[in-house]
Nanobody
Framework: EVQLVESGGGLVQAGGSLRLSCAHSGFTFDDYAIGWFRQAPGKDREGVACIDVSDNITYYGDSVTGRFTISTDNANDMVYLQMNNLEPEDTAVYYC??????????????????WGQGTQVTVSS
């Protein structure tokens, strides 16, 4: 059974930083894209960042490019999202997500197979 467990969310002031972690397990496939989505109250869920492990290409949403960095620790089955220079508009529930056998050129191409439960990030002004 695939499991994705997020941690690291919290309350931070604008301009601050947080690092989200996602521990994943139960993968029976080695070709996948893993990344982060977020959903703010009253808004649609949006892609934030992902990495295609087949070629280690990373993809970022326009609103986070230059501020957020996705990385993986394959030895420990972890994926991270380093978030710097946070803005109140980054406030949302952040979800770890996986697509098996991805064929993607952008975040918008992702078709997610598995979702985590989410972790709340709140940025105060």
């Amino acid at each position: 059974e695939v499991q994705l467990v997020e941690s690291g969310g919290g309350l931070v002031q604008a301009g601050g930083s947080l690092r989200l972690s996602c521990a994943h397990s139960g993968f029976t496939f080695d070709d996948y894209a893993i990344g982060w989505f977020r959903q703010a109250p009253g808004k649609d869920r949006e892609g934030v960042a992902c990495i295609d492990v087949s070629d280690n290409i990373t993809y970022y949403g326009d609103s986070v490019t230059g501020r957020f960095t996705i990385s993986t620790d394959n030895a420990n089955d972890m994926v991270y999202l380093q978030m710097n220079n946070l803005e109140p508009e980054d406030t949302a529930v952040y979800y770890c997500a996986v697509e098996k056998y991805p064929v993607i050129d952008s975040l918008e191409d992702l078709e997610i197979d598995y979702w985590g439960q989410g972790t709340q990030v709140t940025v105060s002004s």
